[in-house]
T-cell receptor, first 114, second 113 residues
Framework: DGGITQSPKYLFRKEGQNVTLSCEQN?????MYWYRQDPGQGLRLIYY???????QKGDIAEGYSVSREKKESFPLTVTSAQKNPTAFYLC?????????????FGPGTRLTVT | AQSVTQLDSHVSVSEGTPVLLRCNYS??????LFWYVQHPNKGLQLLLK??????LVKGINGFEAEFKKSETSFHLTKPSAHMSDAAEYFC???????????FGAGTRLTVKP
C-alpha cells in the first residue's frame, strides 16, 4: 500500500517537554509538508521541504523544528517554545500531476499538552 | 498572494437533497483550485481539482465543481446528499505550477436523515 503514515495517532505531553511527530511516505514524492489544524481555522503551514536536506519555514514555524535526512521521512519536533501546541497535526507530500501539484495527506496526529 | 474564502462555516441538508458549498478565490495568476474532504480525526482526501482545462470538474463520490472566472468562484455541488457525505470540506487555491497551497477555513456539512 502506498501512502503517508503518521504516528502516533494521539499524543499526550506535559508542558515544557519537546515532542517529535513522525511522518513517513512511500510514494516517492520529493516535497513534504507539515500543517497545523485548529477548529475553524483551516490548515496553516508550519514547514515544508522540497528535497532532502533542505526545508523552509511556513507561516507559523515559531516553536517548531524539522529535519529531512531521507526522502521518505519528515519528522516534526514541537518544542517547549511553542506557546499553544495542542492541535491536530497533518503531514502531506506532493507530486506534480495534470498541470498542478497535488497534495496527499496522512491521517494526522492529535497532540494534547497539559 | 492567493487566498480562498469559504462563505459558509456550516451547511446542513437533508439526505437526498442537493448540496452546495461555496468558495470564492483570489489569485494574481491562473489558479489551480481544489476541494478536499476530511472526515472526523482523519487526513484530507482530494475530491477534485481545476487546472485551466474544462471549467466543470467532476470528482469522486458524485461531487462536481464549476470554475467561474467572472465570479472568482469554485462552488462544490452534489445532486443528492448521502449520510456518508457528512464531513468537513476545504477549498484550496494555488497558482499555476506553484506548490504553495492556501486553504479555506472549511465548511462543515451535516446530513440529516
Amino acid at each position: 500500500d502506498g501512502g503517508i503514515t503518521q504516528s502516533p495517532k494521539y499524543l499526550f505531553r506535559k508542558e515544557g517537554q519537546n515532542v517529535t511527530l513522525s511522518c513517513e511516505q512511500n510514494l516517492n514524492h520529493d516535497a513534504m509538508y507539515w500543517y497545523r489544524q485548529d477548529p475553524g481555522q483551516g490548515l496553516r503551514l508550519i514547514y515544508y521541504s522540497q528535497i532532502v536536506n533542505d526545508f523552509q519555514k511556513g507561516d507559523i514555524a515559531e516553536g517548531y523544528s524539522v529535519s529531512r535526512e531521507k526522502k521518505e521521512s519528515f519528522p516534526l519536533t514541537v518544542t517547549s517554545a511553542q506557546k499553544n501546541p495542542t492541535a491536530f497535526y497533518l503531514c502531506a507530500s506532493s507530486i506534480f500531476r495534470g498541470f498542478s501539484y497535488e497534495q496527499y495527506f496522512g491521517p494526522g496526529t492529535r497532540l494534547t499538552v497539559t | 498572494a492567493q487566498s480562498v474564502t469559504q462563505l459558509d462555516s456550516h451547511v446542513s441538508v437533508s439526505e437526498g437533497t442537493p448540496v452546495l458549498l461555496r468558495c470564492n478565490y483570489s489569485s494574481s495568476y491562473s489558479p489551480s483550485l481544489f476541494w478536499y474532504v476530511q472526515h472526523p480525526n482523519k487526513g484530507l482526501q482530494l475530491l477534485l481539482k481545476y487546472t485551466s482545462a474544462a471549467t466543470l470538474v467532476k470528482g469522486i463520490n458524485g461531487f462536481e465543481a464549476e470554475f467561474k472566472k467572472s465570479e472568482t468562484s469554485f462552488h462544490l455541488t452534489k445532486p443528492s446528499a448521502h449520510m456518508s457525505d457528512a464531513a468537513e470540506y476545504f477549498c484550496v487555491v494555488s497558482e499555476e505550477n506553484n506548490n504553495d497551497m492556501r486553504f479555506g477555513a472549511g465548511t462543515r456539512l451535516t446530513v440529516k436523515p
